[in-house]
């Protein structure tokens, strides 16, 4: 029986997700320029769409099938199988540029009435969603700062009459561009606090300063990370791409 080697993300990024038999033999993935991929039947063009859709839960021995770009894609795929190698993450998906993942998560997780707890100082263009975006839209935002102890923000959230809708915690650590630092323990056990039987309160952080090398949110208990990844994961200022890494735990 061959040993079952539990290789570091440091080897495995170099292969991890990418099966050469699919692409012709090419030893590295290949830049797919499509926006549609060919069904081999209609049945199994249908039950892509299933699956993709929610309208059905994927078999066990089943594989997400191409559909279409905006969708799924080849090189898309593997970058989310590696991206989720250094959290240890579940799931994983990348977006046009780092705010389209942030807004995504606010959007989808956040309902009018609801309250959002945000740490300040933020990246500027997330600073001014949260303020000037979801204003409009009926979310009520709340901030502290890298200064306030729980007992701080807690008090905070009473003194605003609207504790009782907090729905999610929103931090940005280390942030742009001062680099203030924010406790994740601390943001987990206030969004612990707050979340019942009934609600939970998620607890999100953008970690684009540290990147998932440095530093992994979802083991402090986040259910959201969150990445520019223009930025560390990138670097030299030729892409915008943002990626969202989650744990099952979240999913369920």
Request: hydrophobic share 40%.
């Amino acid at each position: 029986m061959s040993k079952k080697h539990n290789f570091k993300p440091e080897s495995l990024m170099m292969s991890h997700g990418y099966k050469p038999e699919l692409s012709e033999g090419s030893i590295k993935p290949p830049i797919f320029q499509t926006s549609t991929f060919v069904f081999k039947t209609a049945k199994e063009g249908k039950a892509f769409f299933e699956v993709a859709y929610g309208l059905r839960e994927k078999e066990t021995t089943e594989e997400f099938g191409l559909i279409y770009s905006r969708i799924n894609n080849p090189d898309l795929e593997i970058l989310e199988t590696r991206l989720k190698l250094w959290d240890k993450a579940d799931d994983c998906a990348v977006f046009e540029s780092g705010m389209a993942a942030i807004s995504t998560v606010l959007l989808e997780f956040l309902s009018p009435g609801d309250v959002l707890l945000y740490s300040s100082p933020l990246y500027g263009g997330t600073d001014h969603f949260i303020k000037d975006f979801l204003k409009k839209i009926g979310i009520h935002t709340i901030s502290f700062t890298p200064k306030d102890t729980q007992e701080d923000i807690v008090k905070r959230l009473k003194n605003s009459g609207l504790a009782n809708k907090l729905a999610m915690i929103f931090i940005e650590t280390p942030a742009n561009p001062t680099n203030a630092l924010i406790d994740m323990d601390m943001c987990k056990s206030i969004a612990n606090l707050y979340s019942s039987s009934d609600k939970k309160v998620y607890f999100a952080v953008d970690n684009t300063y540290m990147g998932p090398l440095w530093q992994h949110p979802l083991q402090h208990g986040a259910d959201f990370a969150l990445h520019s990844a223009t930025k560390y994961l990138g670097g030299h200022s030729d892409v915008i791409m943002g990626a969202l890494v989650v744990k099952k735990l979240f999913q369920e």
